[in-house]
C-alpha cells in the first residue's frame, strides 16, 4: 500500500467517524505530508469542503513554487471543484484511490498537463460503496446529482 | 447597473476594507440572494474562500433542483476552482463584472453548457486594476503564480 495512499485512507476513516462522507486527501511536498483532509459536507454543513479541498486549506497558503512540486492524494476520483482548485495551483500529480464509485474530471485535468495515476484500491472501493448504499441522498447532493 | 452585480461589488469593497483582495459574488435563486461573499485569502488564510466560494458556502447546503435554477454574480471572470464549483453544482448561469483583468475557464463553461454573460463594468475594472498594481505577489498568489 503506498503510504501517503494509507494516509489519506486514514482520513476518510477519521470522516465516517465522524458521520460525514468518507473521502480523504493529503497534500504532499519532498515526501511529508503538508496538509491532510476529508469530506466535511456533514460536519461542517459546507458544500466547497471535499477531502482534497480541505487537505488544500489545511496546508494553508503556499507559494506556487512549493505547489509546482506538490502530489495530491485523495481515495477518490476528484470532482470538477477538486480538479479545477488542482489546476489552478498547478499540482502537477493526482494520486487516486479509485475510480469506480466516481468518475471526476480526469480527462480534463490528463489534457491539461496533470499526472493522474490509478490505484484501484479495494479498501478505498468498499469505503464508499457501503456508504453510499446507505446514505444515496446524501451522497447525490455532495456531487451535485 | 445590474442590481445582482451591483450586490457582488459591494462585497468585492468590503474584501478590500478588509484588507482583502476585492473580488466579490452572489448567489441568486428565484431573483433572491441566498449566498453572498468575497474573497478571504488575506482575512482567514483560505486558499480555497474565493469570492464565489464563499457565497456558495455561505449559502449553505441545497438541492440540484436548487442550484439548478441559480445565477452566479461575480466581479471577475471565475478562476478554475470556482468554475469547476459551478460545473459541480450544475449553475446554468455566471454573470462577469469584468475579465479584462483575468479571464478564467469562460470558455471551458460554455463547452459544458453554462451561460456566461460578461457585463464589461468599468467600477469591476478599476477596483482590480488598482488593488493589482498594488499587490502583484498577493494577487499572484491568488492565482496560482
Not at 476528484?78 to 480538479?83: E, G, I, T
Not at 468518475?103 to 472501493?125: A, H
Not at 469505503?127 to 451535485?144: C, P, Q, T, V
Request: proline content about 3%; aromatic content about 4%.
Amino acid at each position: 500500500m503506498n503510504e501517503f495512499l494509507l494516509e489519506a485512507i486514514k482520513e476518510a476513516k477519521t470522516g465516517l467517524a465522524e458521520g460525514g462522507i468518507p473521502i480523504g486527501s493529503v497534500l504532499v511536498h519532498d515526501r511529508k505530508i503538508i496538509g491532510r483532509g476529508h469530506n466535511r459536507r456533514v460536519q461542517n454543513s459546507s458544500v466547497i469542503l471535499h477531502g482534497e479541498m480541505d487537505a488544500l486549506e489545511n496546508a494553508g497558503r503556499q507559494s506556487a513554487s512549493v505547489y509546482s512540486e506538490c502530489v495530491i492524494y485523495t481515495t477518490l476520483s476528484p470532482c470538477s471543484m477538486c480538479s479545477g482548485t488542482i489546476l489552478l495551483y498547478g499540482i502537477p500529480k493526482v494520486v487516486i484511490g479509485e475510480n469506480e464509485t466516481f468518475v471526476g474530471e480526469e480527462k480534463l485535468l490528463k489534457e491539461r498537463g496533470v499526472e493522474v495515476v490509478v490505484i484501484n484500491d479495494p479498501t478505498c472501493k468498499e469505503i464508499m460503496r457501503s456508504f453510499i448504499e446507505a446514505n444515496k441522498d446524501l451522497w447525490n447532493e455532495d456531487i451535485g446529482v
